[in-house]
């Protein structure tokens, strides 16, 4: 009973079952709006349809790659993998094995595509073939009356590193999906991050890994430098020191990784410090206000119950009466901000860093300007398991059809006061090749049997 069940579980027709119910399941995923992609898609279908959805989440449709149908699906796919590998390797060791079976007539040898006959020359023995066949990596078994050559014998066992691969870059992919998190991050020069988790924006939604937690990750961000040429951002430095001291520089395309997470620099903005003060020169509120200002659109922040919108000019110029900007080189950067209060306009006017902005006797000061970035910040613990995966199955695959296995069986017979060597061969791959290969090889040997 349990032959026949192990027998089910590693049959070709369970795993095209298996691969075929998984490909519902991932449809499912696609036509389905899924809480942990798409929540506010999501939560906007739950108010249209309450009832369809509830259905749905009942039968654990909207959460389909973490539901327990799709774990138990996954569970059985490498069980079949497993039992598949575990059954292909006697058949494996069979294929590499040495044995003094491998020797038989080559004239009778069944199996073995190619077959020829060489006239040795006078003084050209059976053990000095041999003996070169050996030079030229070909492991030898018998002698002149009956041999049998194999050259790269282990061969086989590329196909165990490929089928081990698979099962690799599958399980890296499914710890990848169920462990993975992804969100934005905010930050700004001065600032330390220690992994909260309320610190991710909130637009658009983090996602949370169904396994596992967010990134762990604790950093400052010493200083952000970016670099511009003219109209045209070339580069930029966010220097990051480490919770143990160590520095770092993330950049475009150059990401911080650590604890299994990379966080990459998408965007930037200005974080100036904006000091309040009421008539008396009492200090209402004061914060570092991030401000998303650099592709010329207004942003807006409040403080003590003034309301204001800010423009910002890098390279602030006065054109025929009207407020531009040179370039995006910070050469003379200057904010245009507007007040309300209450919903009325209550002034307006320009601050340039270490400036001032004077409003019904209020006083808005900008005591300093620097940069904020924006991280996108991805978290997937089964990277490594999935390149792991993929180096072996290139490992495989190179090692399969490159280094193919060759077989010879041959004896030395004498004929009519004659000697020849007969030989039959065969290869895994490129028969014909092979062949051509075969016949060089031996014409090179016997060759190098006279001069020798």
Known sequence: MFKKLIKSLSSLRFTIVLISLLGVMFIIGLWVPQISLVKGLYLEWHRNSPNLVAFLDALGLTRVYTSPLTVTLWFFFFLNLSLVIRQRIP????????????????EKAAGYSFSRSFLLPSGVGGGSIISLLRKKRYTVLG??????GVKNRL???AFLIFHLSFFLILLGGVISVYTEFIGYLDLAQGETFRGEAERYNASPLPK????????????TVKSIEPHVIGNTPTSIDVRLLDSEGRSHVAGINIPYKTDHTSFVFKHLGVAPLFTLKDPAGVVLAENCVKLDVLQHKPDRFSLAGCNFTATFYPDYVLEQGKRASRSMEFNNPMFFISVERDGKKIGEGLIPKNGRLEFAGYRLEMRDMPYWVRFYVVKQRGLSVLYSGFALATIGVIWRLLFFKRELVGRVREKNGEWFLLVAGRSEFYKKLAEDEFVELLEKIIGKAVKG
């Open 208 to 219: 949370f890994p169904s396994f596992g937690s967010t990134p762990a990750a604790t950093f």
């Open 91 to 106: 058949l494996v060791r069979h294929r590499i094995s040495l044995s003094s079976k491998n020797i038989v007539d080559p």
């Open 143 to 148: 002698d002149a009356d009956g041999f049998y």
């Open 155 to 157: 061969s086989p066992l």
